[in-house]
């Protein structure tokens, strides 16, 4: 099945600096890649997706790339501020339907 | 527009036991997840539904089931509770569009413990 792997798993940074969180995926098939922000007691919530016909994707302060020959894509967090802080997880689709296959979160704490 | 509702907030089960949990949908949502997070394994996919019919399932025992009602809000049930049951059992709608489908909004969760 869908191997996602996320890296790293931890990441500190100080208030104003970029984050970078990476991820890989196995199953070429996937064409879907979302991003999600799990606060402490919270669900995951949607923060930005991009889909495969496109490379880049950017929302204000987050932006999202795509290499989909390498099978890779990234997120990237500029300005960071200390509301950025909570776990972060990558996810691409399934081939067998409609399933997310996620990756294991990148825990990131923004110090003022 | 209220969001993807969950209940009960929090489970206490003993091994053996038999829990049912609830999800209601975001309105006009057709699609509902269930996803299991643990520590360990992350979040991994249980099964999905759409009009009270189960499209997918991923890799659980059959003590793993769920169900759909005409109202799209669903239910999922797990029968003799194992210690390694206790998890944050997560439902997700969609709107299912040919082009969202994949879109998917969690809820809180339903925080279960098994003892």
């Known amino acids: 099945g869908e191997n996602v792997e996320q890296h790293p798993s931890t990441l500190s940074v100080q208030e104003g600096d970029s984050a970078v969180i990476k991820c890989t995926y196995s199953?070429?098939?996937?064409?879907?890649f979302p991003w999600y922000k799990q606060e402490l007691g919270k669900g995951p919530q949607l923060i930005i997706d991009?889909?495969?016909?496109?490379g880049e994707k950017k929302d204000q302060r987050i932006a999202v790339t795509l290499n989909k020959t390498a099978k890779h894509f990234s997120l990237h967090i500029t300005e960071t501020q200390p509301e950025d802080s909570a776990v972060y997880f990558c996810?691409?689709?399934?081939?067998?339907?409609?399933?997310?296959?996620f990756g294991k979160g990148t825990s990131l704490l923004v110090t003022p | 527009k209220a969001g993807v509702t969950q209940t009960p907030r929090y489970l206490i089960k003993t091994r053996g036991q038999q829990v049912t949990l609830s999800c209601s949908p975001i309105s006009g949502h057709r699609s509902v997840s269930w996803y299991q997070q643990t520590p360990g394994q992350g979040l991994q996919f249980l099964f999905e539904?759409?009009?009270?019919?189960?499209?997918n399932k991923g890799n659980f025992p059959g003590r793993f089931s769920g169900r759909q009602f005409s109202n799209s809000r669903s239910e999922m049930n797990v029968s003799t509770l194992e210690l390694g049951d206790s998890a944050l059992y997560l439902c997700?709608?969609?709107?299912?569009?040919?082009?969202?489908?994949?879109?998917?909004?969690f809820g809180s969760g339903t925080q279960l413990s098994v003892l």
């Open positions: 997700a709608s969609s709107l299912d569009a040919a082009r969202n489908r994949e879109k998917l909004f």
């Open positions: 539904y759409f009009s009270e019919t189960q499209r």
């Open positions: 991009i889909r495969s016909n496109v």
């Open positions: 996810a691409a689709s399934g081939s067998s339907g409609y399933a997310l296959n």
């Open positions: 199953d070429s098939a996937s064409n879907y």
